[in-house]
């Protein structure tokens, strides 16, 4: 049995950038437990080209999980790789307003104290906007300003560099990689307890001991780890939510498939470049390659959404929790996504987007792939991020965003690894 100070399970956006923190504050000894696989430091080339592509959004390294929704299934996509979610994620690279990390009121964790911390995200990843955009988002930007959009509407800051998905495994574990253990095809189940301490995690690999054990294993799956090991703290769970939106969907006209065609063709066929932000809303333009041809589309989110659902974790740690986001279980929801759609036909209306689409086919109601909230900060963990009731077990991802921004987490999520590992190293 091999002994760490520190465990870390999951090697996601948190994960890496609490590793990379936890190291550069210590020599402890780091183990990084990963069920996916570690395809090692970005020099080495062994990473596959769909994960480097930034303009591709694989389908590869998934969980395979799924949302329960009215009594049915639909795929919750959750990337289990060395880099986690911002290993196949779309890049936007958004912060927060610090006034909504103060709206918080959880002690250490207000824009004024993790201000250092967005600062190193900041330099590691060094975010930038997308320089071209596909012929779909062009036209949908053109329509936007026509609608009276123009100053809310431009290309998304991203987290890539010279093409490259730039994850958390780049810009925080590689400058650290000597130090650390990483244990990547390794799938965490549960840990093993005397008294309040943890003193042991079972993997299906072999136990591994430690003195203190950090889960950054998302959303979806820190509640599991902790419940099977008998840890159930109130409020596990509970306050599950994500940016609630509507996808629209059009029929392409014929030229419209061309110059997508185009695009594929010649570089430019990205994905999620462009976003109209307003305070309540992120409008963005979505198309895809699909086995009938080209599917367009307008996606409308609620950034301030009230609703909120539950996740039940799953005895085995392989297999979907219940994942139920209760989407519109408030009705205040319910009126924001009518504004939603309001705003996105607008768009349609005008030109040059009214002449490449034969008409609208539908509308599905959608999360935006940003589940936060099972173990809330101050409720589930205490502001350093130890669990209620235990006294070296810590979780550290966006499980414990207690409420979502107005942004897209990832950056959110970088920060609190690297806020939870000075938290935690000064425990
Ligand atoms: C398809 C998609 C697109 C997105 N696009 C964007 C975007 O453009 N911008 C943005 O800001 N946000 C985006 N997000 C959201 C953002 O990527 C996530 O909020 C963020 O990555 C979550 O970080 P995390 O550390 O909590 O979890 P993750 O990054 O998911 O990391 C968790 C890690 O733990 C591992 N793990 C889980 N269970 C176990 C276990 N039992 N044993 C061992 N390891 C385990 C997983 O394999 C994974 O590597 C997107 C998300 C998805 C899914």
């Known amino acids: 049995m091999t002994d760490f100070d520190t465990v870390v399970v999951g090697a996601g956006s948190s994960g890496c950038a609490l590793v990379g923190r936890l190291a550069a504050l210590s020599d402890e000894s780091i183990c990084l437990v990963e069920a996916g696989p570690d395809y090692g430091p970005l020099v080495d080339g062994r990473w596959p080209a769909e994960l480097l592509d930034a303009r591709r959004f694989p389908a590869t390294h998934d969980w395979g999980w799924f949302e329960t929704r009215d009594g049915e ?11 986690g979610c911002s290993a196949h994620n779309q890049c936007a690279a958004l912060w927060p307003e610090p006034a909504e990390l103060d709206a918080w009121g959880v002690e250490g964790w207000d824009a ?81 307890l005397d008294g309040d301490r943890a003193v042991e995690l ?27 090991s008998g840890i159930r703290p109130a409020g596990l769970g509970a306050n599950l939510h994500d940016h609630c939106g509507m996808a629209v969907s059009f029929a392409p006209m014929p030229r ?45 989110f609620d950034l301030a959404p ?9 005895v085995d740690p392989l297999a979907s929790p219940t994942i139920d986001f209760g989407f519109l279980s408030d009705p205040a929801d319910a009126p924001v996504l009518e504004d939603a759609l309001g705003v996105v036909r607008a768009i349609a209306r005008r030109t040059p987007l009214v002449d490449l689409v034969a008409g609208e086919v539908g509308t599905t109601l959608t999360g935006y792939a940003h589940a936060v909230g099972t ?53």
Do not use: M
């Open 202 to 228: 079972v993997c299906s690999t072999g136990p591994v001991a430690a003195r203190r054990f950090v889960l950054c294993a998302g959303t979806f799956a820190s509640p599991g780890i902790l419940a099977r």
């Open 375 to 427: 173990c809330r900060l101050n409720e589930v963990v205490n502001p350093s991020c130890r669990v209620r009731g235990t006294s070296n077990v810590f979780v550290a991802d966006a499980s414990i965003i207690p409420t979502i921004p107005r942004a897209n987490p990832n950056l959110l999520c970088f920060l609190i690894g690297d806020r939870a590992a000075e938290l935690i190293a000064a425990t």
């Open 256 to 300: 419209a498939a061309d110059a997508l065609a185009a695009d594929l063709e010649c570089g430019t066929f990205h994905q999620s470049q462009v976003v109209l932000r307003t305070r309540h809303l992120h409008v963005a333009p979505f198309h895809s390659r699909t086995d009938d041809g080209w599917s367009f589309g307008i996606l409308a």
């Open 112 to 192: 004024r104290s993790v201000a250092d911390s967005r600062r190193r995200v900041d330099e590691a990843v060094a975010p930038r906007p997308h320089p071209e955009l596909a012929s779909w988002q062009r036209a949908f930007v053109e329509a936007a300003v026509a609608a009276g959009y123009g100053d809310s509407v431009g290309p998304f800051v991203a987290n890539v560099r010279d093409g490259i998905r730039w994850n958390s495994a780049f810009a925080f574990l590689d400058p650290v990689r000597d130090g650390v253990t990483v244990l990547g095809d390794t799938v965490a189940d549960r840990l093993l």
């Open 306 to 314: 009230r609703s909120r659902g539950r996740l039940e974790p799953n």
């Open 73 to 83: 299934l639909r795929r919750e996509s959750r990337a289990k790789v060395v880099g």
